[in-house]
């Protein structure tokens, strides 16, 4: 159930300004530097921590939820004993991130879900696409936000891989809700320049992931995804940072992969992430005041800095839960793709980290992704 406004006909949620929010955050995003993204951005937190608040206040959830978050609350605080650093602004709304993005994901089947929400989560991505791709003609498609060149596009977006993640969520939406279209052909055509703008940023392992949910999207729904596949795409990105570091360390430093060195520095950036971990307690725990729920590039990499192998474990078995359930409930091809997305989201996060640590407007597809993926209910059939 979702908190709604409702004056002579006109039905308003918190899930409509989130989408809304992350829309707005999009269309406004070549007046970055004007501060009025901001603005849009911090609309979008509250909206999502509005939507948390009022799902839980009027349908609860489990048990299991409630305990899984304080431990990892508790987790934290031990954490943020453990460093001399002050507490700061940035980590307090790092923490609303991060909370808000770990109900989102346990509250999935609690969320209203009517076929007025799936409009408007298609119309949200089919809007998105097509501002992405009006952009992509723009003086400013290969400038950063700090008004310098880049290589490759970025639609004035921090850097090409952050445009890679938005557009490749853009596609995973569209994917999912692709029936919903009238003109298939169109929006065909569509997903085929988001995937080409996607190759345009460079973003490897967001093709990588691109390519994974366009081909497993057109397999029959009556194909189930094997628990065995779940598992695999979600220990990869866990896997990857010692793996990726191993082969440096062995002498292949000259690989390289689609036209680009394999080994971009990042190496250097797992390092430095790994080495806030001073001691056995803080491995435990994590080093929240120094790690601050940064982006180390890799998602479990930046979860175990922050909370440490306990807080990761938790959070990242929860969502694993979350996935291995949906295998035994996608009954529909939308649910089984959203499923597919999500595995997608699993690869991608082995070399971007910040679609799972609830940073807004990244969490609106995480939300929304496992929002498609949960079992359909007979019961949702409240206007939002």
């Known amino acids: 159930m979702i908190e709604s406004y409702n004056r002579k006909g006109l039905c308003v949620s918190f899930h409509d300004i989130q ?11 070549p007046l970055k530097n004007t501060g009025i993204v901001h603005y849009v951005i911090w609309l979008g937190v ?3 921590t509005a939507n948390v608040f009022f799902t839980l206040k009027n349908t609860g959830c489990e048990k299991n939820y409630v305990v899984i978050f304080c431990m990892i609350l508790l987790t934290m605080i031990v954490s943020l004993f453990t460093s001399n650093k002050n507490i700061d602004s940035g980590l307090y709304y790092a923490l609303v991130c991060y909370f808000s993005l770990y109900w989102l994901i346990a509250l999935n089947n609690h969320f209203s879900f009517t076929e007025r929400e799936k409009n408007t989560i298609f119309r949200f991505a089919v809007m998105s696409g097509i501002v992405f791709s009006v952009y992509s003609f723009m003086p400013f498609a290969y400038y950063r936000d700090n008004n310098t060149v880049a290589p490759t596009l970025t639609l004035y977006f921090g850097n090409s891989n952050l445009t890679g993640i938005y557009l490749f969520a853009t596609i995973c939406l569209l ?5 919903r279209a009238r003109h298939k052909k169109l929006l065909a055509l569509l997903i085929a320049y988001l995937f080409y703008l996607t190759w345009l940023t460079g973003a490897r392992t967001c093709m990588v992931a691109a390519v994974f949910v366009l081909v ?4 029959p729904a009556r194909f189930h995804v094997p628990k065995v596949v779940v598992v695999v795409a979600f220990l990869f990105p866990i896997v990857f940072v010692p793996f990726y570091l191993a082969l440096f360390r062995s002498g292949y430093a000259d690989i390289t992969l689609m036209g680009k060195s394999l080994f971009s520095g990042r190496q250097g950036t797992f ?17 929240l005041g120094e790690a601050n729920l940064a982006n180390a590039h890799n998602a479990p990499l930046a979860h175990l800095c922050s909370t440490g192998l306990i ?3 938790l959070f990242y078995g929860m969502m694993l839960n979350k996935v291995l359930n949906s295998t035994k409930n996608s009954s529909t091809k939308m649910q089984r793709t959203a499923l597919i997305c999500i595995l997608g989201f699993f690869l991608q996060s082995s070399g ?7 940073g807004f407007p990244g969490s609106v597809f995480v939300y929304l992704l496992f929002l498609c993926m949960r079992e359909e209910n007979d019961a949702d059939n409240i206007c939002i």
């Open 19 to 29: 989408l809304f929010s992350a829309f707005l955050f999009f269309l406004l995003i």
């Open 46 to 48: 509250i909206a999502t």
């Open 175 to 179: 994917s999912v809700l692709f029936s």
């Open 216 to 219: 497993s999207s057109i397999v």
């Open 271 to 287: 390092l430095d992430y790994l080495s806030l971990l001073h001691t056995p307690l803080q491995w435990c725990v994590g080093n």
């Open 311 to 313: 807080g990761t474990s």
């Open 352 to 358: 971007e980290a910040s679609i799972f640590l609830g």
